[in-house]
């Protein structure tokens, strides 16, 4: 069992950074698949980013590829995803979350997941 808490949400201005943390607890957590998802109101929840176990494959959805860089510290049981040039679709209630089998980008797949993050970009 992995327990996730996020944090580093907030409001920004378009164009600002951000990164966000993702602190587990648990053992399996270096064996797990990690991923970030966002929801905003209205809308389905929507695959970020995903980061294999190692730390060593990543993988982004269209809409933040190059702006936006998952990665993971095992040693320390967190996930981050740094966001940079964010834009005011990037808005949302962000979720980190945690799959044992491997990796995937269907939200279906996670079994784990935090109580999400809020990101607003608003100038």
């Known amino acids: 069992q992995v327990q996730l808490v996020e944090s580093g949400g907030g409001l920004v201005q378009p164009g600002d950074s951000l990164r966000l943390s993702c602190a587990a607890s648990g053992r399996a957590f270096r064996s797990y698949t990690m991923g970030w998802f966002r929801q905003a109101p209205g809308k389905e929840r929507e695959f970020v980013a995903r980061i294999s176990s190692s730390g060593v494959s990543t993988y982004y959805a269209d809409s933040v590829k190059g702006r936006c860089t998952i990665s993971r510290d095992n040693a320390k049981n967190t996930v981050y995803l740094q966001m940079n040039s964010l834009k005011p679709e990037d808005t949302a209630l962000y979720y980190c979350?945690?799959?044992?089998?491997?990796?995937?980008?269907?939200?279906?797949?996670?079994?784990?997941w935090g109580q999400g993050t809020q990101v607003t970009v608003s100038s």
């Open positions: 979350a945690g799959n044992p089998y491997g990796l995937a980008s269907n939200p279906a797949n996670y079994n784990y």
